[in-house]
T-cell receptor
C-alpha cells in the first residue's frame, strides 16, 4: 500500500548548524506534500508544503526539496535554534475526495546548545 | 480565532468506562478527523467526516464511535474503554479545494485507561 516514511528517527545537531530531515514516499502519483512540526505536548503544526510541479520551496529558515525521480522529500532548517527541537512529520496527500493525509512516523530533532 | 479546540486535555478512565472527547473548530472547515498517536507508530486515523451528518471509518476504528451533528463539532466516543486505548488523541480539520490540503490540529487529549 501507499506509505510515507522517514530515514532517520532521531537527528541531533548543534545550535547554529543546518538540519536536514529526510522522508521517502511510495506513491509516485502523489502531487502534494506537507511538513509538520510537533513540539512536546502539542499538536502538529503546519510548516511548509510543496506541490509535485515544484522541486523546491522556501519559507522562513526552512526549505523543502522534492525529488520525484527517487520519491524523496527533505526539510532543511537553516541556523537551527533550540526552539526547533521537535518531532517533524512529512505527510502525503492521498489525492482523494476525503482529503486524507498519510503521515510518516516522525523524526525527532534535538538541538544541542 | 481559537482554531481547533479539544476537551478534555487529560483523562484517566477505568477499564469498561465510557467517555466522549469533544472537538470544536471555528474555521468553517468541512472536513474533520480523529487520530490517535502512539510511540513509534505515528498518527493513525480513527474516523473522519467530510461534512455535517456524515462519518466514515479510518484505519483503526474498532472500539470507537463518532458523531458530527453540527459542522463545527466532531465527537469521539469510547463505549467501553480498554487499556489498548491509552493514547494521545488528536482532532484535525481541513477545508480542501482552496489549494491547501493541510490540516489544522488541536492540542490533543491524553487518555489513560487503567
Amino acid at each position: 500500500g501507499e506509505s510515507v516514511g522517514l530515514h532517520l528517527p532521531t537527528l541531533s545537531v548543534q545550535e547554529g548548524d543546518n538540519s536536514i530531515i529526510n522522508c521517502a514516499y511510495s506513491n509516485s502519483a502523489s502531487d502534494y506534500f506537507i511538513w509538520y512540526k510537533q513540539e512536546s505536548g502539542k499538536g502538529p503544526q503546519f510548516i511548509i508544503d510543496i506541490r509535485s510541479n515544484m522541486d523546491k520551496r522556501q519559507g522562513q529558515r526552512v526549505t523543502v526539496l522534492l525529488n520525484k525521480t527517487v520519491k524523496h522529500l527533505s526539510l532543511q532548517i537553516a541556523a537551527t535554534q533550540p526552539g526547533d527541537s521537535a518531532v517533524y512529520f512529512c505527510a502525503e496527500w492521498d489525492g482523494g475526495a476525503t482529503n486524507k493525509l498519510i503521515f510518516g512516523t516522525g523524526t525527532l530533532l534535538a538541538v544541542q546548545p | 480565532n481559537a482554531g481547533v479546540t479539544q476537551t478534555p486535555k487529560f483523562r484517566v478512565l477505568k477499564t469498561g468506562q465510557s467517555m466522549t472527547l469533544l472537538c470544536a473548530q471555528d474555521m468553517n472547515h468541512e472536513y474533520m478527523y480523529w487520530y490517535r498517536q502512539d510511540p513509534g507508530m505515528g498518527l493513525r486515523l480513527i474516523h473522519y467526516s467530510v461534512g455535517e451528518g456524515t462519518t466514515a471509518k479510518g484505519e483503526v476504528p474498532d472500539g470507537y464511535n463518532v458523531s458530527r451533528l453540527k459542522k463545527q463539532n466532531f465527537l469521539l466516543g469510547l463505549e467501553s474503554a480498554a487499556p489498548s486505548q491509552t493514547s494521545v488523541y488528536f482532532c484535525a480539520s481541513s477545508r480542501p479545494g482552496q489549494g491547501n490540503y493541510g490540516y489544522t490540529f488541536g492540542s490533543g487529549t491524553r487518555l489513560t485507561v487503567v
